[in-house]
């Protein structure tokens, strides 16, 4: 990679990110396309978020990625939204056009691909969500659009879990039900059960937001996370005999959608998915 004064740059905004997989793969992805962008990471919480944004605005670059604890509080600073980013209320991903940063929402997407490619429709079926995050209210929202039943939403804060139910169904007459955090009610409902807390990842290794007693072998459990490749969460949900998918082929489908809108090209999705599979196999 030859940086000069041409180079278009990206950044990834949030902490931590030693997990993160998304520079080798996006900046993969440039070198196959013949691309002049380099993807980089800028470890930063929200504390100095508006001051960074006003930075990346005036200079040389296509755009940002986002990620947590920054997805929710980002919109703030966003001068345009698209329709699906603003129904989720998080932004995982900033175009900056003609000095404007306009919001989207990959995470969503990417996940709803993901998904559906491993498991199928999600049509009249109930899902438990534990998570009402960025990461969880894209999941969510993509469920709903996706014309599930209902979804019962669980987190750690409760007012973000109510109030993500009440955005839902602002939305989705009906669909979301709010859960507080751990009575687990209705989870023998779901038929599909999902991860979107965090929770499983450093500094959380080994930790889950669903205790082992709840765990069935007849429902579908998906953890958003990718690194490690299998959470305790994931790792109870195998030992019950269940069906499991991590977050990865999410990463690589909402990095896909990525490249499409800071580049307005079409992204090499086999090499992306080959520079994940090599570094998941060290």
Excluded at 81 to 87: G, K, M
Excluded at 137 to 157: E, H, T, V, W
Excluded at 182 to 199: L, M, P, R
């Amino acid at each position: 990679m030859n940086i000069d004064i041409n180079t278009k740059f990206i950044t990834l905004i949030g902490t931590p990110l030693s997990q993160s997989y998304a520079a080798a793969m996006q900046n993969a992805a440039y070198e196959a396309m013949g691309l002049n962008y380099c993807y980089f990471y800028t470890e930063r919480d929200s504390t100095h978020l508006e001051a960074i944004l006003n930075g990346v605005r005036h200079m040389n670059f296509a755009g940002c990625a986002v990620t947590k604890p920054n997805k929710v509080n980002v919109m703030k600073y966003l001068d345009e939204t698209d329709p699906l980013c603003a129904l989720a209320g998080s932004s995982n991903t900033i175009v900056i056009k003609d000095g404007k940063l306009i919001g989207h929402n990959t995470d969503a997407t990417g996940f709803f691909r993901a998904l559906v490619e491993k498991h199928g429709s999600v049509a009249g079926k109930k899902v438990f969500c534990f998570g009402a995050g960025g990461v969880g209210r894209a999941i969510i929202m993509a469920l709903a659009d996706g014309k599930a039943s209902k979804i019962f939403i669980s987190d750690y804060f409760n007012d973000a879990a109510q109030k993500m139910a009440n955005d839902v169904n602002a939305h989705f007459a009906n669909v979301g039900v709010y859960v507080p955090f751990e009575t687990f009610e209705h989870i023998d409902e779901a038929s599909i059960v999902i991860n979107a807390t965090g929770i499983g990842m450093a500094p959380h290794l080994g930790e889950t937001p669903l205790p082992e007693k709840y765990v069935r072998s007849d429902a579908f459990y998906f953890d958003a996370c990718y690194n490690p490749e299998k959470t305790q969460f994931l790792l109870n949900a195998e030992k019950a005999g269940a069906e499991i998918l991590n977050g990865l082929s999410m990463s690589l489908y909402q990095g896909v959608d990525q490249i499409r809108l800071w580049t307005g090209e079409e992204p090499p999705v086999e090499i992306m998915r080959q520079t994940l599979e090599k570094i998941t196999a060290k």
